[in-house]
């Protein structure tokens, strides 16, 4: 599935102040790619990420996820923006997001209460399954208190695989991990990507980070400064 953004610019408004968070940003992304977005604090790369995923649409320009004859994301009513969200994108955020009272499996069943049609029994089956495709079967009754912060991260993206997204969208998803942890978290967006190709678009402040993505967007006061190609450097070297 093919992400176009055309002419994007959003701007906030903070008191009399006017933020130009995003400056006409051009960015097609291809089904199966791997990218991280970079640039300093403030740059825009979280108000860019949120416009993909369409959690706002509040901005001038398109974003469109699908063929040419896709609708944008701001054209469509919540409902239809809501189940777009749902049938083609997961989300990994570096807070993990996870409910306290809730086992680790029945956090990864979540979507499933959002609809999908799954019976309680499929959708607890495939929180099992996801689980144990990040490592984590075993630990399936934890509840988040009881798991590190890597583990609940794991969780996190398990959670995110629930309704087989064909975009994956990850806001600094090893910002709040040591350098060894976020490594592994990032083996499994590198194992997702390359053998169910599933499109993984992931910001980062993180050198080490972004040297593991297949090409690099780098954004300064809210326009694309660079966009290029990169041979991912490899685990033992990053
Ligand atoms: N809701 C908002 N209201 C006002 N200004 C905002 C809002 N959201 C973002 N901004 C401003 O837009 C600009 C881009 O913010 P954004 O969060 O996208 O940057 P970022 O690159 O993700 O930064 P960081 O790496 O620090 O998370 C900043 O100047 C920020 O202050």
């Known amino acids: 599935m093919n992400l176009v953004v055309h002419n994007l610019t959003r701007r906030f408004h903070a008191g009399e102040r006017e933020v130009t968070a995003l400056d006409g940003i051009e960015l097609t992304i291809e089904g ?3 990218v991280a977005i970079v640039g300093r604090s403030g740059s825009g790369k979280t108000t860019l990420l949120n416009a993909i995923g369409g959690l706002d649409t509040d901005y001038q320009g398109s974003v469109t996820l699908g063929g040419p004859d896709a609708p944008a994301l701001h054209t469509l009513s ?3 923006l809501a189940a777009t969200r749902q049938r083609h994108l997961g989300y990994v955020f570096q807070q ?7 086992s680790a499996a029945e ?3 979540l979507p499933s209460f959002f609809g999908g049609g799954l019976s309680a029994a499929d959708a607890h089956q495939r929180a099992l399954d996801l689980l144990e495709g990040v490592g984590l079967k075993h630990l399936s009754d934890a509840r988040p208190p009881q798991l590190s912060g890597g583990q609940k991260q794991r969780v996190a993206i398990a959670r995110a695989l629930f309704a087989k997204p064909d975009i994956l969208l990850c806001d600094e998803p090893t910002g709040s991990l040591d350098r060894d942890t976020g490594l592994q978290i990032l083996e499994i967006f590198e194992r997702l990507n390359g053998e169910q190709g599933i499109t993984v678009i992931l910001v980062t402040h993180e ?3 972004a040297a593991r993505a297949h090409r690099r967007v780098v954004l300064d006061q809210g326009r694309i400064v660079e966009d290029v190609a990169q ?3 490899s685990p033992e070297v990053a």
């Open 32 to 34: 199966g790619e791997f």
């Open 78 to 80: 919540e409902r239809e």
């Open 96 to 102: 993990f997001n996870l409910l306290n009272h809730l």
């Open 107 to 109: 956090n990864v069943a």
């Open 207 to 209: 050198h080490h980070v």
């Open 231 to 233: 041979t991912p450097l």
